[in-house]
């Protein structure tokens, strides 16, 4: 799942704003004929650190994929845990920006907030760039988070934490809502890589999920 963006109002971070914690969200399948909606998760969990974060889901306790994204050093690193499977892939921040234009967004902002987990959120119209038919509703918050917590995804002009938004990645789209966040303290070694994990290609990387569909 993964995230250029066209345009979006700059939002206020709003003062004394959460920095650090951990956020739960529910998750779905956009397309639920897709050859890996049986491996998609219903829920996932974002750890994040100022404008770090690793979000981390697991299908019934056997497959995990992990994303830390880290726009100090303009990284998204994706972990894959199967089995005896612990792969690693570091993308660079030109090399995302690339891969964001096959889904690019543009955003209208509205003057609509509600509450998601116990967070105001504004609600921002978004509409795909190459499919102008496809739109959706996505809510954030300035309450959470850095002005760059988005910075390597499609979502980099929002200036907030995603409540409810659409992410795709290897070819799955998937749908997240926050259910709950608590105010806890995160370690500095959760946006690091384990040393146990292998380093591959993202073709590697893409062929592990390309073997899940045959």
Known sequence: MLWVTVS???GKKTENALTEG???????????SHPMAGLAPSSATVKFKD????????????FNTMFISDPSKGTL?????LMDIKNACIQQEQELAVENKDYELKFEESKEVKKIAGYACKKVKVTMVHDPAVSFDI??????????INFLSPYRSIKGMLMQYRLKKLGLEMCFTATAVKKEVVADETFKVPSYYKIVSRQEMEQIFADFQK
């Open 8 to 10: 979006c109002k700059e």
């Open 22 to 32: 951990v956020i739960e969200y529910n998750a779905s399948v956009v397309d639920e």
């Open 51 to 62: 404008n770090k974060f690793e979000l981390e889901m697991s299908t019934m306790g056997i």
């Open 77 to 81: 690193t994706q972990m894959v845990k």
């Open 139 to 148: 809510y954030y918050t300035t309450e959470l988070g850095s002005d760059s």
